[in-house]
């Protein structure tokens, strides 16, 4: 019998994150352009008396334990499928900052459902993988697949994209995080009574992904939510403007924030943007990676 399965699982960085109207059933419809990026959760299960998480890390004093854990809601709904019981001890290796717009619970609800797949021998199809990931939350399918996708509905209906080339990031994570329902009400809030359009992915930014091209992405990247990500955390436009003065090519809010994403040219030129960052005291961390990255791998 296998004794532990460990699955490997990406961070996510919204390059398009376009917001529409709000729905009936109080979600809103997105366009949403994803792009996995190399800010890895290491997720191992091993067979237990009962279902149970455990997580290390720098911020994993945030993460919920319990039945609300994403990885452990993953795991119940492959074994409820199957007809069997979620026996298992989940152990979270956490990089991903928590419930900072980086899909780090996500990551983890995608990553468990392939690793308790693989210990169990379910033999889920791909299909009722995705099926179970959108059941989870809208970002979770695409942790599963990671790469570039398009999200359209609440993000979970997704089209793979391709990219031509590797793409520099550096991230600035905030203290604190915010949470996701809050700065959707807050973007509401903001746009009041004005008539709000069908989000649509850019043309511009699909076709700079396609051909790798940084400075047509920079040109291109948008995201609906940074400005009610900075009304309800105004600190985040110092670090935006540090990132910025410092060569980014691009700073924008990642999802719903508070982490600031800013796009660079190559690795040398996310030295001096992270440099900057930390000198700026205005985030509580700062990371350099790149993407796209594979999604939720078994190692
Ligand atoms: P997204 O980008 O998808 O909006 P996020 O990156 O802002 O998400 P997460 O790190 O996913 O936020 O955490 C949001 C909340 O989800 C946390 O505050 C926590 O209560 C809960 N949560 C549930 N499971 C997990 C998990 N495995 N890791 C982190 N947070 C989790």
């Not at 800010?39 to 004093?61: I, N, S």
């Not at 959108?134 to 695409?142: H, I, K, T």
């Not at 990671?146 to 600035?172: C, M, N, Q, S």
């Amino acid at each position: 019998m296998t004794a532990s399965v460990t699955v490997r699982v990406p961070a996510k960085v919204n390059v398009q994150l376009a917001v529409g109207p709000v729905r009936s059933d109080g979600f809103h419809d997105l366009a949403n352009v994803f792009l996995a990026v190399g800010l890895f959760d290491e997720v191992t299960v091993r067979p237990a008396d009962a279902l149970r998480v455990t997580c290390e890390g720098p911020d994993a004093g945030q993460v919920p334990l319990d039945a609300g854990n994403l990885a452990a809601r993953a795991a119940l709904a492959l074994a409820k499928r199957h007809g069997r019981e979620a026996n298992v001890h989940i152990h979270i290796d956490k990089n991903i900052p928590v419930a900072g717009g980086m899909a780090g619970g996500s990551a983890d609800g995608a990553a468990a459902l392939v690793a308790c797949d693989a210990l169990w021998g379910t033999g889920a199809s791909r299909e009722e993988m995705l099926e179970i990931c959108a059941e989870l939350g809208s970002d979770v399918p695409f942790s599963l697949v990671g790469g570039a996708a398009l999200g359209r509905g609440r993000g979970e209906l997704l089209t793979p994209l391709e990219t031509g080339g590797t793409f520099h990031w550096v991230f600035a994570v905030a203290d604190g995080g915010l949470s996701t329902p809050a700065v959707y009400a807050e973007c509401d809030r903001l746009r009041g009574t004005a008539a709000v359009p069908d989000p649509e992915p850019s043309s511009a930014l699909l076709a700079a992904l396609r051909a790798g091209d940084v400075a047509a992405l920079a040109a291109a990247v948008g995201n609906d939510l940074q400005e009610a990500a900075v009304s309800l955390r105004p600190s985040l436009a110092a670090t935006l403007a540090a990132g910025t003065e410092a060569g980014a090519l691009a700073a924008m809010v990642s999802g719903s924030g508070p982490t600031t994403a800013f796009l660079v040219e190559d690795e040398a030129a996310a030295r001096k943007v992270a440099d900057a960052l930390r000198a700026s005291g205005t985030c509580r961390a700062v990371r350099e990676t790149s993407g796209p990255v594979a999604g939720a791998t078994v190692i």
